[in-house]
């Protein structure tokens, strides 16, 4: 007998199966592997992208904190010589200017809320649940204070305003910040009244319930966090506009808006940031009171 070792195909069956387990146990490695790179390299885009929206939304706001308690800052130095918080103590002193202009931006805003509410409710109520005419083109009028360069109208309307004694009054900054903040409470007032169920309304009126109050009743306090949103933006607007008060209010209404842009303008940076944080405050505030009270039917309606 030969010393050769004589392999059948029953023998090489195997070592054929083995090789071919082996290749493709080596391309599914590769696989994983590929698979691992590309989930690595995905992680690493979505941490720097979110490093870098945190850079642009919380960089400004931590040179604003550092400016407000530095109280010596100068080149060539990177960060402040001195802290202190002598600059909080003068924006709340008493006697100053900054508390004082808080209390009329405040009371500026809460005026302005009411007039954009007593257009924005009826009106909002005819355009969600009356057949009117133009319906389009008249949301689409309470655009328009949006749709032009803020500069150019506020310039004209100084000058009518001047003509008729408003130049330089409360009256007159209220009807100009009511104007435009119109676009939010009309809007968001007829998405609100939209939303609402009509069979609501009919229940309210078969059981002997008058128009008027089914809509006192039923109809406006349904339509209610929808109408406090939009009071909530009208608040903000008012509360953070500048052009419109520059234009119209100057000299004589002074605003914290105003008042940080002479602080800005004269050099006194503290002065500046500790306000715009002042302003920072309600919007904050206010944008998470308005997430609970806009809902996703509400936003539905909006503009339709």
């Not at 059948?8 to 490695?29: D, F, I, T, W, Y």
């Not at 302005?112 to 057949?131: D, E, H």
């Not at 309307?157 to 910040?177: E, N, P």
């Amino acid at each position: 007998m030969s010393g050769r070792l004589h392999l059948s195909p029953a023998n090489a069956e195997p070592l054929a199966g083995s090789g071919k387990s082996q290749a493709v146990s080596r391309k599914s490695g590769s696989s994983v592997a590929a698979a691992r790179v590309w989930a690595l390299g995905s992680t690493s885009l979505k941490i720097l992208g979110l490093a870098f929206f945190a850079f642009l939304l919380f960089g400004p706001l931590a040179n604003l904190a550092l400016w407000s308690v530095a109280e010596r800052w100068y080149t060539p130095f990177k960060l402040p010589v001195s802290y202190g918080m002598r600059y909080w103590e003068v924006v709340f002193r008493p006697t100053g200017d900054a508390m004082t202009s808080l209390m009329t931006s405040v009371a500026i805003a809460c005026l302005t809320v009411m007039v954009a509410l007593a257009i924005s409710v009826p009106a909002g109520y005819a355009l969600a649940r009356l057949k009117l005419p133009w319906r389009t083109a008249l949301m689409i009028l309470f655009l328009l204070p949006q749709a032009f360069p803020s500069v150019a109208i506020y310039i004209n309307v100084a000058r009518v305003f001047y003509s008729i004694g408003l130049t330089g009054t409360i009256t007159g900054v209220v009807l100009v910040h009511a104007a435009h903040g119109l676009v939010y409470s009309v809007w968001i007032a007829a998405a609100a009244f939209a939303a609402i169920d009509r069979d609501l309304e009919l229940a309210a009126r078969n059981i002997g319930a008058s128009p008027l109050r089914t809509f006192f009743t039923v109809t406006l306090p349904l339509a209610a966090p929808g109408i406090m949103a939009s009071a909530i933006f009208v608040f903000l607007e008012s509360l953070d506009e500048f052009t419109g008060t520059f234009f119209v209010g100057v000299p004589q209404v002074t605003t914290l808006p105003l008042l940080l842009y002479n602080a800005s303008m004269g050099g006194n940076y503290q002065i500046a940031s500790i306000t715009a944080l002042i302003l920072l405050v309600p919007s904050v505030v206010f944008m998470i009171v308005i997430e609970r009270f806009l809902k996703a039917d509400v936003l539905s309606k909006v503009g339709q």
